[in-house]
């Protein structure tokens, strides 16, 4: 009489003798292996010091950064231009808290530079932007300039983007689409530049300040297209990295400086020359 325990014995035999006949395939057994840890994790066991606490995706993704000094063992000459000087709108009032300045030549014969003249009307035209602009003007956020026949309006990193980042600061938007309010209207052509300091950015989001100074400027150029009636085919997106400097990146006030993204109003039109043509002997 056969009973239970000799079926569950035979019943066990049997596919023992089954696993014993099979062939494992190591290599697909190690690849399921690797899939059902991808898809499902590995729980390890941590000691615990203290309470977990909430975490922010925020902080973690858009911690603002410490830069530090990278030593250079090259020497540069530094040339002081004294040929700088301030304009001031009102008795008193200085270029920083008006927002913007012109170059005054104050040599004269064989010293005097070859500097642009600025032109009334781009005076005028700075003037009343950073009068539209006089809050985030006195917030040292943006700063206005008149150079020559352009206008620029320098979008500081302080009040814009964390360091080493390209995210626009949400509340910054609205300042940026009303930069672009009040340049849509405006004749030429709008060059978008964005400019770094002298420290090289490696990280898993830019290889470089190429790729950084680019972003942002292309981050900056994405919100002025979106005010109504902003034309696109006037504007010129470009990354500058640390080519253009404003100061020497010999301390952390001028690297911070240097940390911007412009927005050149080109007045003038190009000058165009004929071709030359070559002489045969």
Known sequence: MTTFADLATILMSFFVLLLAFAEMDVLKFKQIAGSMKYAFGVQNQLEVTEIPKGTSVIALEFRPGRPEPTPIDTVMQQTLDSTQAELDFQPGESDRSAGFAREVGNLSGSEQPDIPQTEPETLTIAQELAESLSEPIEQEAIEIEALGQQV???????????????????????????????????????????????????????????????????????????????????????????????????????RSRNRRVEITISQGKPKFTPPLELLSP
């Open 152 to 254: 620029v309006i320098r979008i500081r990193e302080n009040a814009s983007f964390p360091a080493g980042s390209a995210f626009l600061q949400p509340q910054f938007w609205p300042v940026v689409r009303q930069i672009g309010g009040l340049i849509k209207e405006l004749p030429g052509e709008i060059l978008v530049s964005g400019h770094s300091d002298d420290i090289q950015t490696s990280n898993e989001l830019f290889r470089s300040n190429w790729e950084l100074s680019t972003q942002r400027a292309l981050v900056v150029a994405d919100q002025l297209l979106r005010v109504e009636g902003f034309d696109d085919g006037r504007m010129v997106v470009m990354g500058m990295a640390d080519t253009r400097p404003l100061a020497p990146n010999d301390t952390a006030e001028n």
